[in-house]
């Protein structure tokens, strides 16, 4: 099925710098993200030599936060079917993932979580294929964080900066915004506040408000103080 350059890339180690991570709760979770999977799809088996299509997606609940925010979690079904190099023959995974959408507006909602429970399910089904899609991140046992967070310095004053100026060993997922991530966009904690970093904030300034961040304009930044960390 798979040629000795296929095999030779998937026993490879998975990189760490691929690692990311977050907190929930008491636990520090690692994980890949969605679009590291698929270019390593890619880079693997080829382009047009693997597909994935969704055999289910539906919703399973929906509340509405202490914050007035809408909560809609979904279930997705990924199915992964992968071609040798001649399309003679296939293999083919499925499984299920889950996702969270929260927001002020019942289609953000949906869409956050709708999308959310799609990646979960990709993911989850491609670590079917070994190491580098993320199956030993699945082991709780051991720690895949092999590099040390660098040590926070506290500053003589705490004004907010910029994300795009924060270099980028100083950045990391300290609390879990799911709904955030899912939109691509990063949480940097940053003195006694967390702010938001990515591409094309504004157009998501409304799940970002959600979250109970709130905009400084002199430092053209989304910023949430830790104090007032609202529960997603």
């Not at 990189?15 to 270019?39: A, P, Q």
């Not at 279930?75 to 083919?92: P, Q, R």
């Not at 915004?177 to 904690?189: A, D, H, K, T």
Request: aromatic residues 10%; hydrophobic residues 35%; neutral net charge.
């Amino acid at each position: 099925m798979f040629n000795d350059k296929q095999l030779q890339l998937l026993k490879y180690d998975l990189d760490v710098n691929r690692i990311r991570s977050r907190s929930k709760g008491n636990l520090n979770l690692s994980y890949l993200e969605g679009f590291d999977i698929i270019e390593t799809a890619n880079k693997i088996f080829g382009y047009g030599n693997w597909d994935y299509s969704i055999s289910k997606l539906e919703q399973v609940s929906q509340e509405t936060n202490q914050n007035q925010n809408s909560v809609i979690c979904y279930k997705a079904i990924v199915k992964v079917v992968v071609h040798d190099l001649k399309h003679t023959a296939i293999l083919s995974r499925e499984d299920v993932g889950f996702g969270t959408g929260i927001a002020k507006t019942l289609a953000d909602a949906h869409e956050s979580g709708a999308k959310e429970a799609v990646t979960d399910s990709l993911k989850r089904t491609m670590r079917s294929f070994g190491s580098q899609f993320g199956n030993l991140l699945y082991d709780k046992s051991k720690n895949h964080q092999n590099r040390q967070q660098p040590q926070q310095i506290e500053q003589p004053t705490q004004q907010l900066q910029n994300p795009s100026s924060i270099p980028v060993q100083s950045q990391a997922n300290q609390y879990e915004f799911s709904s955030l991530y899912n939109l691509g966009l990063r949480v940097i904690e940053q003195d006694n506040s967390f702010v938001v970093a990515g591409e094309d904030i504004f157009s998501k300034k409304d799940s970002i408000k959600a979250c109970g961040f709130r905009w400084d304009a002199s430092h053209k930044v989304w910023y949430l103080p830790k104090n007032q960390q609202q529960a997603a």
